[in-house]
């Protein structure tokens, strides 16, 4: 048995422990919003948090967080309400939407440890996030956009 | 009132609770009927229902592209209906009624050609049922039909202040029995309520909380997973196969041989990649595309466009020919590109559940085309389309990579979904994705000009050799274009120049890589070759790049609008010491873009940086602004990482690279910052979607050139390609 938080629900399995932590979210939590790009930490696209900092869910196995609390996009807010989903509907961010969770999910791990970030700072912390329809700059002013909401 | 329609055969069916307008594409059929029960299937394009919602049929698919907020806009707009009463369905059907004309009336979403193909269609069919609730209530009201308007989903009567809800109008008696209104007349554009605002798109709320379903995100009970090893080349089938600890490992269902490849099939994800990756298997190695590696081929190609071997004429003014012979001086010079991969962020990925007889799914699908998903599916299972239910999910990111007329991911799950009697989900796994792509053809374009003793240029030469990508991709549309083929030469017509004598031509060379269209189709590649090359003739005709275009855009006044407009943007910033700009004018279709980058080189790593971006974009009259400007960026920064990255290489047969690790795509820190004009004006909407990177490769060339009077003439610029054009 395997134990750990998702979104402040603890969790039991008997899932094979080397399961990846982004298949369990996806196929067996059914939490999809975590999504599958690359299984290299290339891409972003699987970032959740982990106990607070921002991890490549592709990159861990279930084993790897007994005991752990981990948060998904689906545990940011019950319907969008945080600042950062609300500044990338505002700023009409997404094209096809596949890397947002994880923008959202690595943007937010920003704000919490630097909630005024500058445009520079902001482009080289979310460089481990892709993102083929290339959105880049309607991030930027998403992140600049939540920052001062959340200041204010 | 202007643009009316004429309807030469109208049909009515019986009124129910509901009224719909259908109408076939074409234009020349309508029908107006009542949607017959309460059921959920779709009449037609728009169905009013009693509690006064509007339902607009979404006939493409959603990769991102945001027509499935566009499209309906326009309908709506039309139908004066209130936007927030509008209800978007999803077309889940090869229903030709609802085809695309750019693509012969093929359920197809490609070539940025939903909002010009379907423009009219939509406007038609909101404007019919517009005007038949006017009638009937202006019938119920006993006044005239012209004393009442509809507005924001009401039927109102002015003079008298009464108003009927459209829910409520469409349930008067005999409803759609009401005669239609022909010729049916269309709004004028001083009153569009809808077109042209940026209306927030639909889609986009689900994309910031997770909830957007892609097929991948797809599960339905009892489904099992399929992990599949494919064949490492073309056309090689499994030779030997040892599966005995894929059999043996928990979980594991079934191991099942496809066509080209193994599947594991098991009750967990998990268990199926273990599976997957004990598996031993062999492959037969006698493919011929084992003789092919990329380096040679584009050798190849480069030979052949040199050589006298006649090209298939793709556009032509004056006579090319004659005019070299008799020029003063001629000018030449051979442009390569290499293979690039669509890189879309949702790897292939689809779920199906095949019936007990296996003459039947249900298939959840992202592709680009209801068309050819059925299509495949009616092949691989030897059914009819009425045993197939489509579910067309949004696409992370299509690209045209999504495009096929027989898709392999989908075939693969329909045959593991037979074999086991149980839906079962496909997933392919980065490296299965990239090493399985299709690709942007690998090219080589040769390109001459002639010049008088002036030096003024009096031909432009271009041939391009390079595969059919229709021929691979889809062979029943080849069968009916060839040898045109517009996704192989796209751009190289160069029709906004005016040339005196100009000749673009294909030269079909042999395919030796799986082939498929990709973003800007060939002006990804012709346009680079093109506009470089524009800059080597100003240079030797002695004017400036600027002027040169200007001249060849003479008789173009919408084009010269744009260059003006992007060098008086790009001449408001000062030039960066250590940098230089470079520019180009291109586009995509119809429509047309004029750029201009600015970037800075590091000559001794061989590294470009693109620093600043000014586009100018007349796309004709822009459904939603916003959205345009989202999609033109995009475009930007997909031609600024096709420019500076995207390289695929193969070596006998096999692709080299796996993952983004080697196949690196533009990241955030390299994005430059982009600024849009986009021109405002009430011709007829063109495509946005692709408008956007056909000119930044040329221009970032052209740029290379002003800092270090170097050209450089393949495509990537990676450094080892800069270092090689800079020494
Ligand atoms: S899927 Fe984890 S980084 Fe790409
Ligand atoms: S919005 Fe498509 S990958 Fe980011």
Redesign the pocket.
Known sequence: MISFKINGKTIETDADPDTLLLVYLREIAGLTGTKYGCGAAMCGACMVHLDGQPMFSCQLSISAVQGRNIKTIEGMSENGEHPLQKAWVEEQV???????SG?IMRAAALLESNPSPTEEEIKSWMNTN????S?YNRIVKAVQRASREMSS | MSDTINISRRFFLKAGSAAAVVMATGGVRMLAYAKEDNTEVFAGWVEVTPDNKVHILFPSTEM?QGSNTALPQILADELNADWDQVEIKQLNKDDRRFGNPAFGNILYTAGSSGVYAYFTILREAGAHLRDMMRQRVADEWSVNFNSVIAENNYIKHSSSGRQMSFGKAISLPDFSTTALRSPVVLKEKSDYTLIGKSIPRRDIPDKATGRAMFAIDVRVPDMLYASVIRSPVEGETVESLNDEKARGARDVVDVITLPDGVAVIAKTMHASFVGRFSLEVTWTETSKYRKYSSESTIAEYRQIARSEEAGAEWRAVGDVKSALKNADATLDAMYTSDYAYHAQ?EPMACVASVDDDGKGAEIWAGTQTQSWTTHTAKEVLGTTEDRIKLNMMQM??GFGRRTELMQNYVRDVLLCSKAVKKPVKVVWLRPDDLKHGAFRPAAAQYMQAGFNSDNAMTAFYHRVATPSVIAYFNPIRWGQVKPNDVVSMRGAENKFYDFDNFTAEHVITERHARILPWRGIGAAYTSFAAEAFIDEVAAKSGVSPYDLRMKLLRNNPRGTHLLKKVSEMANKVPLKEGRGRGIAFAGYGDTQSAGIVEISVNESAGTIKVHHVWIAVDAGKIISPDNAHNQIEGGVLWGVSASLYERITITNGLVDQENYFNYPILRHDMAPKIEVYIAKNDFKPKQVGEAGNPMVAPAISNALFNITGRRIRHLPFTSDNVKKALS
């Open positions: 997404p094209q096809c939407g596949y890397c947002q923008q892709l993102c083929r329809c959105t | 991102g962020l992370g990111g």
